[in-house]
Every structure is written in structure tokens, then in C-alpha cells.
């Protein structure tokens, strides 16, 4: 290869936002370990622990000890996505920041995609495909499975946008796990991720949103997938529909705050909600009478999420921290 041809040095700084999921956080650490070299790019992990009690910090200094890429470990108080995030974002140094959740393994040719999608296009966000693995695949039903997957029949490097439109087109609602920010035009604000909403989910839409109403350009690198670990209780239809729910009042939520008239936004939104519960009443008796589960379960969560519209002033139950509290809980 010759001088003129040799890529341009690209450095990225990971983030790993975790909450009491140590050994999952482990095996993230050990994948990215295990990534195939890409030219002339370097990168560093950034964890941000959002437990009280830094109980990740003992596994971050063990691995950190025989990794060969730099860890810097952050605590990150009170548990919300959104502080971990932002003390992340703070301290992150690097043009580009990725984030992956820490139930995620990437695959071996994630970071040279990766690098490679960042310099074949000018995005200021890249969003990658992740693919589920269910501890129970017999008990993940069709909603689960189109829940925690992410995938597109789009080109790489194709336009993609938040929205329902954008989301039928693209097949997917854009979220910040798997993603790749160009810090510049995304992050360089103080604190970048709403604290509201970080406690329940909708804060990296909202920043999105308004991101892509000020201009920028979001794309997709189908190469860079990952693995997500899915634990059987999240294929239960209470979970489900909790999660649907919190969708729901996330969305109404981004949607007032993003309108251009939001007083007439938030008379409207739950006047739309209440429209498409009532047409939904038909479809889902229908489901129950022919006794189709899958359509029951889809039916039932389109319902609990016009519901979370409708609701979105009500108290919102922080989602990932009830997750927890029912993980540790005992049988």
C-alpha cells in the first residue's frame, strides 16, 4: 500500500455504561480483546459503573490488568443512564465515541467496520446491528425477537432518521446502543443526555431528535454487529409490556419536546392515544378469539404502549433498576 493510500489515524474512545452486571461486563471487555487489528486505529473503553456501590470496579481493575487496550473506570451517582453517560461523555477524549451496553459481545470484525464506515461517510451518528441471544429461545415469541433485534434491509452507509416513517423504512427505532458518535457536532454539549428521562429510557431519542431537527446526518454500517444477551425474564409478556409502556412515555415525551408548538403537542398526543386504543380494542378480541399467541402478545404490546402515551405524565417506574431489583430478588 502506498503512503498516499495508508488510512488516516482514527482514534475512538468505547463506552460502557454497566450496572450490576459484572460477568457480562467481563465477557464485553474479553470481546473486545478478541477484535481482528483495523489499520491505523486505535481505541480506549470507558466504564461508567451507575451502581451505588461501584460493584463493578474490582472486575474492571481485574481485566484492565491483562487487556491490551487502555480502561479507565468512572462511578457514575444516583443509578441513571443519563449520568453514566454523561460523566462518560465528559471524560471521553477521542472524535468519535461508541457506546455498548454491557449485556453486548461484539463480533471479531466489529472495530475494523466500524472504522472503515467512518471514514467512507460523514455521519455525525452510525448505527450497527445488533442480534439477540435468548438464554430461552423456545420461550422468546415473535414480539420478543423483533423487540431486541436490530436489523435493516438499507445499503451501508444509508440515510436513517427518528420518526415512525423513518422507523417503517429503516425497520428500527434509533437507540444509542451500537451506535458510534462524532463528538464534535453530537456531544460537545455539558451534559448531552437528559436526566428526566434517563431514569426510564427516551433520553438518547430525545437527543437525537433534536440533533437531527438541527441538521445532522445519521447512517447505517450493517457490517458492525454485536450480540445482545437477553435473559428469559425479558421474554416474559409482563416485561414486555412494562417495556412498551415505558415506550410509550418516552415517545410522547420526545415528541412534546421536540415539537415546534408543544402546548398544542401535549393536548394532542393523548387525544391520538386514546383514538388508537380504541381502534385497537377489534384487532386484539380477534387475536384472543383465534387464539394466535404471537398476535395476541403483538396486539397486547401495541396496546400497552398507546397506553404509556396516554400516560406519560403519570410516574415513570425506572425500568432498568426494577429489572435489577427483580434479578436479585430471591425465587
Not at 85 to 91: E, I, L
Not at 128 to 149: C, K, S, W
Not at 150 to 162: C, I, K, M, N, Q
Not at 179 to 198: K, N, S
Amino acid at each position: 500500500m502506498s503512503e498516499s493510500a495508508a488510512p488516516k489515524p482514527l482514534t475512538i474512545d468505547i463506552v460502557i455504561c454497566t450496572f450490576h452486571r459484572e460477568a457480562l461486563l467481563r465477557r464485553l471487555l474479553d470481546s473486545l480483546e478478541a477484535m481482528d487489528p483495523a489499520p491505523a486505529t486505535t481505541f480506549r473503553v470507558i466504564v461508567a459503573d451507575n451502581s451505588d456501590e461501584a460493584s463493578a470496579r474490582a472486575a474492571v481493575q481485574e481485566a484492565a490488568a491483562t487487556l491490551t487496550f487502555d480502561v479507565v473506570y468512572l462511578e457514575a451517582h444516583p443509578p441513571n443512564i443519563s449520568v453514566a453517560r454523561n460523566a462518560a461523555v465528559a471524560r471521553a477524549t477521542a472524535p468519535f465515541v461508541a457506546f455498548l451496553d454491557d449485556d453486548q459481545e461484539v463480533t471479531p470484525g466489529w472495530l475494523a467496520t466500524v472504522a472503515a464506515a467512518l471514514r467512507r461517510h460523514r455521519h455525525d451518528v452510525y448505527f450497527g446491528p445488533f442480534e439477540p441471544v435468548f438464554a430461552a429461545p423456545d420461550n422468546a415469541g415473535l414480539v420478543a425477537r423483533q423487540m431486541f433485534t436490530r436489523a435493516s434491509t438499507l445499503p451501508d452507509g444509508a440515510e436513517v432518521a427518528p420518526g415512525r416513517a423513518a422507523r417503517l423504512r429503516q425497520g428500527f427505532v434509533l437507540a444509542t446502543s451500537n451506535t458510534v458518535f462524532r463528538r464534535e457536532t453530537m456531544l460537545a454539549e455539558d451534559a448531552p443526555f437528559d436526566f428526566y428521562l434517563g431514569a426510564n429510557g427516551g433520553e438518547d431519542l430525545l437527543l437525537m431528535a433534536r440533533m437531527h431537527r438541527a441538521g445532522r446526518r445519521f447512517g447505517w454500517m450493517s457490517g458492525a454487529k454485536v450480540f445482545d444477551d437477553i435473559p428469559a425474564s425479558r421474554c416474559e409478556i409482563g416485561y414486555l409490556a412494562r417495556r412498551a409502556v415505558a415506550g410509550g412515555q418516552s415517545f410522547a415525551i420526545v415528541t412534546i419536546l421536540t415539537s415546534p408548538r408543544p402546548r398544542l403537542t401535549a393536548l394532542t398526543v393523548p387525544l391520538v392515544a386514546i383514538a388508537q386504543l380504541a381502534a385497537g380494542l377489534l384487532p386484539y378480541a380477534k387475536a384472543l378469539v383465534a387464539g394466535d399467541l404471537d398476535e395476541r402478545q403483538a396486539q397486547r404490546i401495541a396496546m400497552a404502549g398507546r397506553w404509556g402515551k396516554l400516560t406519560y405524565r403519570s410516574r415513570r417506574l425506572p425500568l432498568y433498576r426494577w429489572e435489577d431489583a427483580s434479578r436479585r430478588s430471591p425465587a
